[in-house]
């Protein structure tokens, strides 16, 4: 959400562009190198007077070092991200590495593991893209100063690993902190009414969807085609390679079919419910989701934590079944323009797409969990059919082909709330949220401050001139 008026009091300055930084590092490639037990006995030394530099070693943080060099490719990061370098100094990008050292660090002391599968899945998707983006995999190499492609994948792979910890550790920090009602109305109260934040533009929409016709005869060849994939895994065919050849799910597939979940991940219920019911090494029977039919296979279970690989197929939908929704669809349409029905009435009455049917086919934003969705940050196949509507105005029917689901719409928008400044009763979902983030913030800091105190921090040269955020210089 835009917020207007930046002065809200619950982030300072100093926090609010550590965080900043901070989400930065996480998406970077920033190559970092962890300290051997041979060389952890090893403390960087430095006389203070002519601050000199260790082999470009700047900082240390436990069992992990930061170069002078990994500072100079933050910057670069940056830059090559469209971010603007002009207001960040050297030692801000410091402190940001520093966090994310500490982050990484500690994750490791509290035993949070993170597979090199799930690494090895992070690396595959990432490159397809860098290639996609650079051109060619030898560009990617040369633009990382690499000497081959086995020595640039082994420096990406420690890379994401470390990055999974940061991200780990960090939802470890938070995933407890909760916000109560009344907390929420005093974090409202403390925003002077001049630096109230003002909240741009929204809509509220709704739709109908009719889902093209498969027939038995469609389905019945889909899972028989996985129960022969079960059945040549058992025999010793490797799962990931299947779901790397054939699964549709443009999510997991290049991964090898791979997600770790548990019960509160965003996954439909049909899904999690067979997950939960497999035992580590079993490869579950066809069943069928909105999404399509899948087989699981179950490969390690840690508490109430799961990691799997799946294949997702989906029948083919006919010309003919396609035609025969797009003139269903015409025709409601038709009867909403006629006025013979409202589109709330037929959407209960008529529309395929259980999750919106109850409510009159009223989208909820999966980001906020309300009905709103700023113009500002709507999805661009949602605005492109909504952002024309006049006030009752219903949209032409559309073909939406989602992941190789082909599916009718017809879209309206049920409600305009124009830029307007906070109003608790209006904006309660984005103001708690808003006090969230800053208990979350304020649980963060703690955390650093008492493992700032016990872990091993060494901060070399001119750096020890800088001044930090945290206190990563024990003063």
């Known amino acids: 959400m835009p917020i207007k008026k930046a002065q809200i009091k619950f982030i300072t300055n100093k926090v609010a562009f550590s965080l900043f930084l901070f989400i930065f590092s996480i998406s970077l490639a920033s190559g970092q190198e962890v300290i051997k037990d041979s060389v952890v006995a090893k403390k960087p030394t430095v006389s203070s007077d002519k601050k000199l530099k260790i082999d470009g070693i700047v900082a240390t943080v436990g069992d992990y070092i930061i170069l002078d060099s990994d500072i100079d490719k933050g ?25 994310q050292k500490l982050y990484a660090h500690q994750a490791v002391q509290d035993s949070i593991i993170v597979s090199d599968a799930e690494v090895k899945g992070m690396m595959d998707e990432r490159l397809s893209y860098m290639v996609e983006q650079i051109g060619s995999m030898d560009k990617v190499v040369k633009y990382y100063q690499k000497d081959s492609e086995e020595e640039f994948r082994t420096y990406f792979f420690d890379v994401l690993k470390e990055q999974k910890l940061t991200g780990e550790m960090t939802k470890k920090i938070i995933e407890k902190v909760e916000i109560t009602p009344e907390e929420v109305r005093e974090f409202f109260k403390k925003i002077p009414a001049t630096e109230l934040p003002v909240f741009g533009a929204e809509l509220e929409v709704a739709q109908i969807v009719i889902k093209p016709k498969v027939t038995e005869a469609d389905k019945q060849k889909v899972i028989d085609r996985l129960k022969s994939f079960k059945k040549e895994c058992m025999e010793g065919s490797s799962f990931a390679t299947k779901a790397v050849l054939y699964s549709e799910d443009p999510g997991s597939s290049k991964n090898g079919g791979y997600y770790k979940m548990n019960r509160k991940t965003p996954f439909v219920k049909e899904f999690k419910d067979v997950a939960f019911s497999l035992a580590e090494g079993e490869i579950s029977e066809p069943f069928e989701t909105t999404f399509g039919f899948h087989i699981i296979y179950v490969e390690k279970i840690k508490g109430q934590e799961i990691e799997l690989r799946h294949i997702l197929i989906s029948p083919v939908v006919t010309q003919e079944s396609l035609k025969e929704a797009k003139e269903k669809i015409t025709l409601i349409r038709k009867k909403i323009m006629d006025k013979d029905i409202t589109f709330a009435e037929a959407a209960r009455t008529m529309s395929d797409e259980k999750e919106t049917r109850a409510n009159g086919g009223a989208l909820v934003n999966t980001k906020t969990q309300d009905t709103r969705f700023e113009l500002t940050k709507m999805d661009p196949k949602i605005y492109a059919q909504v952002s024309n509507l006049k006030d009752n105005e219903v949209s032409l029917p559309f073909l939406e082909d989602e992941q190789g689901k082909k599916d009718y719409k017809i879209m309206t928008v049920t409600n305009r709330i124009d830029e307007h400044t906070a109003d608790y009763a209006k904006d309660y979902i984005k103001i708690k949220d808003l006090a969230l983030k800053e208990k979350q913030i304020k649980a963060i800091a703690k955390w650093f401050d008492a493992k700032i105190k016990d872990t091993y921090i060494k901060i070399l040269g001119e750096y020890r001139d800088c001044t930090f955020a945290n206190n990563w210089l024990k003063k």
Do not use: W
């Not at 670069?76 to 002009?86: P, Y």
């Open 75 to 99: 910057f670069l990061e940056i830059t090559s991200q469209g971010g603007s370098t002009k207001d960040i100094t050297r030692c801000q990008v410091l402190g940001s590495l520093l966090e």
